[in-house]
């Protein structure tokens, strides 16, 4: 039984781990859930040797399972449910904005890579490059701006 | 005691609760804010004075006693950093109160701006690592809609940064409570430190690297800082500044906390501290010098400061860590009062960047000696209190024989002075450029800033009197350090 449990948290961090590293917010979304259950999993592990609820009056002396890791886990899913819905508004807002769900790159990023460009770039083709991807006029992601 | 502890946390919930009644009348919510945050720092004084007369303070919540219950627990740490927040949380209420924008328009400012007080209050003051994560989840929620409110799109894509990397950092944070408690069985602070000696050593080596992780990211140590000078610019000024002053801080704070109570001394974590603080040290300056904007130029400080502070804790002496909780305190009025002063200047000439304002020194003289006291503060000039942190930093560092790591920091604080030179060029002295009017005219505009004005002020003179008191101040951090590195009163009173 831990087995399973063991493998599935595995499964669900790496599993979240690559969707995390996709560049549409609705899988980087996904993959938040998915790393944040494989921690509750693991929290709920962490109790040990497995057994029945502990109920007073319920347990007939049986073993019982250890409460405290299911009282943790429930809290931290409550709080991972209420900030999944936050990010779901703001992906939503971005999609309003943007018009499409992806991740937006990093303004600092897109300045260094115009720079690493106009490097290569004679004066006559860097006129039009600067006027053509200027960073305040459209923010979208590199592979956009250049195609 | 049973009252005191939680009243902060308490007065900051009720005052969001109410605030939230009171939705559309914005008098009504202000009062409220201020009385609720004016509660808090009346409790936070008492609580560390308290705890400075008769040491370690605990109330056990529900009830229950530790380590089954939640037990908020303060000592002069929590006690000083509480209060020093709670006075730059007011103060920065105070200014969104008087700025055009985010508090008149969002009714919902108010009620998400006393959780994050709250939030804050609650990990200085909680004994238990998993009630601390849940007062960083509060924080970091209210948070997460603070940087957001107004949703502009540049405020949206820094946003999608902020929450992601923050709730990564959550999830590392669930990792380790679980691993903690599959090892020990338990999650009070107390209790892990007094089990955490049956733990082979690499096992030790290992918690104390993955709470480094959980805590550096939200302190911005390098390499852990990338998301912070992107995503802090972006929102309201008095968003900003609070979370310049606060938020890493706490970082800082959990750190200072878990690798003194939960760890024991250890050499290799101390070098590997020294090592990190260093390059943080250097590569947030240089990132800073780079910058062409006040508010993205202070936020590269933010994280540059931050490794003077693991500098401190990575001595593990008490000099060291005494001169770690100084410079934290110091920082936490500084860097509020910077970023403040930068919102003035956007708010005054209509954008923070260097090469569209000038000559702000001869327009508006006031806001001018607003930057400078702090300025040279930051960059450690005698006599202000960033020269007496620093002096603590260099001196516990010489005395622990680092000589290399307090040449760094030497080089970052000229560097430090360079980069706060740029802004006094670039923005205070020069030609006047390009100001945009308002149709009302710059008067109306000045007049409607008393308020901002005021709470900026307030912050400067705290840190004078920051420098001023330097000398009690400073023999206070003294104790709390040697507390920290004897945690014997600390364990005695929560399990007795």
Request: hydrophobic share 55%.
């Amino acid at each position: 039984m831990s087995i399973v449990l063991a493998a599935s948290t595995a499964l669900m961090f790496s599993l979240g781990t690559y969707l995390l590293l996709q560049r549409r917010l609705s899988r980087l979304i996904i993959g938040l859930g998915l790393l944040g259950h494989g921690a509750n999993l693991l929290l709920l592990l962490s109790g040990g040797r497995r057994g029945v609820a502990g109920i007073v009056g319920s347990t007939d002396g049986k073993v019982i399972a250890d409460p405290m890791p299911p009282a943790l886990a429930l809290t931290a899913i409550v709080i991972s449910f209420a900030v999944t819905a936050f990010l779901l508004a703001l992906a939503h807002r971005s999609w309003q904005l943007t018009g499409n769900d992806l991740v937006e790159d990093d303004l600092e990023d897109r300045r260094i890579a115009l720079l690493a460009a106009a490097a290569e770039l004679d004066d006559e083709e860097l006129e039009v490059a600067a006027a053509a991807a200027d960073p305040s006029i459209a923010p979208g992601p590199i592979a956009e701006a250049q195609a | 005691m049973r009252l005191l502890l939680p009243l902060p946390v308490l007065a900051c919930l009720f005052g969001a609760g109410a605030s939230m009644a009171f939705g559309r009348q914005r008098n009504a919510q202000r009062a409220i804010g201020t009385i609720a945050l004016s509660t808090a720092l009346v409790a936070a004084v008492a609580i560390l004075r308290h705890t400075d007369a008769h040491g370690t303070a605990i109330a056990h919540m529900g009830g229950w006693d530790a380590p089954m219950g939640i037990a908020l627990v303060a000592d002069r740490l929590s006690g000083l950093m509480a209060v020093v927040s709670a006075v730059v949380l007011l103060a920065v209420l105070v200014f969104a109160m008087g700025q055009p924008g985010t508090e008149q328009e969002q009714p919902s400012f108010h009620p998400v701006y006393l959780v994050l007080a709250a939030g804050v209050f609650l990990s200085f003051l909680t004994g238990d690592l998993f009630n601390l994560f849940v007062a960083f989840e509060m924080m970091l929620t209210a948070s997460y809609i603070l940087i957001t409110l107004g949703g502009r799109l540049d405020q949206v894509r820094s946003g999608m940064t902020y929450v992601v990397i923050n709730l990564v950092a959550s999830t590392f944070f669930v990792v380790l409570l679980a691993l903690l408690y599959a090892a020990l069985g338990t999650v009070n602070m107390a209790d892990i430190s007094e089990r955490m000696h049956t733990l082979p050593h690499g096992m030790r080596v290992a918690f104390a690297l993955l709470m480094f992780v959980v805590f550096g990211i939200k302190a911005a140590v390098f390499p852990l800082f990338f998301w912070l000078p992107d995503s802090y610019p972006t929102a309201p000024t008095a968003v900003t500044a609070i979370f310049a002053g606060l938020l890493t801080k706490v970082g800082i704070y959990c750190m200072i906390r878990t690798q003194t109570l939960l760890i024991a001394k250890d050499d290799r974590i101390s070098r590997f501290l020294l090592v990190i603080a260093g390059l943080t040290m250097i590569i947030g300056v240089l990132g800073a010098i780079a910058q062409n904007d006040i508010k993205r130029i202070l936020s590269f400080h933010i994280v540059s400061q931050i490794g003077y502070m693991v500098l401190g804790l990575g001595l593990f002496t008490v000099a060291g860590i005494a001169a770690a909780i100084f410079y934290a305190l110091n920082q936490i009025v500084l860097k509020s009062t910077l970023l403040l002063v930068g919102g003035l200047v956007d708010h005054g000439a209509g954008s923070s960047g260097l090469t569209r304002v000038g000559g702000l020194a001869r327009r508006f003289p006031i806001l001018a000696w607003l930057f400078l006291l702090p300025a040279l503060s930051l960059a450690g000039i005698p006599p202000f209190a960033g020269f007496v942190a620093k002096l603590g930093i260099i001196r516990s560092g010489l005395d622990a024989g680092q000589g290399l790591v307090v040449a760094v920091s030497l080089a970052v604080s000229l560097l430090t002075l360079f980069s706060m030179s740029k802004i006094w060029n670039g923005a205070f002295w020069g030609e006047v450029e390009l100001v945009v009017e308002p149709e009302d005219g710059p008067t109306a505009r000045w007049g409607a800033t008393v308020p901002m004005l005021g709470a900026t002020g307030v912050l400067v003179a705290v840190s004078v009197a920051l420098a001023v008191f330097a000398g009690p101040l400073y023999s206070l951090c003294e104790r709390a350090s040697t507390a920290l590195l004897d945690p014997h009163d600390y364990l005695r009173t929560v399990l007795p």
